[in-house]
């Protein structure tokens, strides 16, 4: 894993400006864990949040799960990932299954069982509604702040009964989608790459709350061009990159199909 700290002083990487950060432990019991996740992180650790005064974010584990916190008066309420309660579990029930429209972007229409790259895995919403309809899905985050979200998620849909059988279905690996792509062998090629890199918005009510935090700490990747490319090699049947309606195709490259929502819309590029 890459340290936060030297991520940070890369030129390319993603974080928008040095944003200071620090990890708390607020259980009893899992001090051992946060300890390590500081470690795994490199980043401070504290035992109390008021002890981490200064930092702009800090990483809380308590009994419940592993959230990102912001600092300061106006900052949002904290972000976790939940796959088991609250929005992932009531799209799963009440989100149209193999009707929804990611389904049908995906070609769930007319297959079953897709094997599904998502290489720009986020907080694993749109991963988990297609493993949640039988996909088999490998969801790549690069940033390892993001990726410690989705990982604690991913830990405690494995041990709900509700959810176990779809996170059997969801592998996490924290990399650079390009970097895995491109070492792709030809037996492990999936079926469908899904792209959903960040976009940039002129408004910020057009960004939900807890992808404003999300944008806050991510900006968009001028290598975007260069991962649709290498997923248009790798993806047997096709690649699907959800866009907001003003933004351009990725890389410019004008997809087959466009699938036109009311927040966004897919460009479906075919790959058989
Ligand atoms: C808009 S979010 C994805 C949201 C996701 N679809 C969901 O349902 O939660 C974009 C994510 O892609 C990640 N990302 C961007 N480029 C990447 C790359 N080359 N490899 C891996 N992750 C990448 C960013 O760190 C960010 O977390």
């Not at 974010?57 to 592993?66: G, I, K, Q, T």
Request: glycine share 6%.
């Amino acid at each position: 894993m890459h340290s936060l700290y030297s991520l940070f002083m890369q030129e390319d990487y993603q974080l928008k400006e040095k944003k200071s950060m620090a990890v708390i432990c607020a259980s009893t019991v899992r001090e051992a864990e946060a300890k390590k996740l500081a470690a795994q992180l490199q980043l401070p650790f504290h035992t109390a949040a008021k002890d981490v005064a200064g930092v702009d974010y800090y990483l809380v584990l308590s009994d419940a799960h592993l959230a990102l916190q912001k600092t300061g008066p106006t900052a949002p309420g904290p972000l976790w990932v939940d796959f088991v309660q609250g929005a992932n579990d009531y799209r799963r029930r009440h989100g149209g299954g193999r009707q929804q429209a990611l389904a049908r972007a995906v070609g769930l229409k007319s297959k079953t069982g897709l094997s599904v790259i998502d290489a720009t895995a986020g907080l694993g919403r749109d991963a988990f509604v297609l493993a949640s309809l039988g996909c088999d899905v490998l969801l790549i985050e690069r940033d390892p702040i993001i990726g410690a979200l989705l990982a604690d998620g991913l830990s405690r849909a494995r041990d709900s009964e509700a959810t176990a059988m779809i996170a059997a279905r969801m592998r996490y690996q924290q990399a650079d989608a390009a970097t895995v792509l491109a070492a792709l062998l030809e037996q492990a090629r999936p079926d469908v790459v899904y792209l959903d890199p960040m976009y940039p918005v002129h408004h910020k009510a057009q960004v939900k709350k807890d992808m404003q935090l999300l944008r806050e700490l991510i900006k968009t990747d001028p290598a975007e061009a260069k991962l649709l490319a290498l997923a248009l090699e790798k993806a047997t049947q096709r690649v699907v990159v959800k866009r907001m309606h003003a933004a351009p195709p990725l890389g410019n490259q004008k997809p087959d199909r466009v699938m036109s929502l009311r927040r966004h819309r897919f460009d479906i590029y075919l790959t058989a």
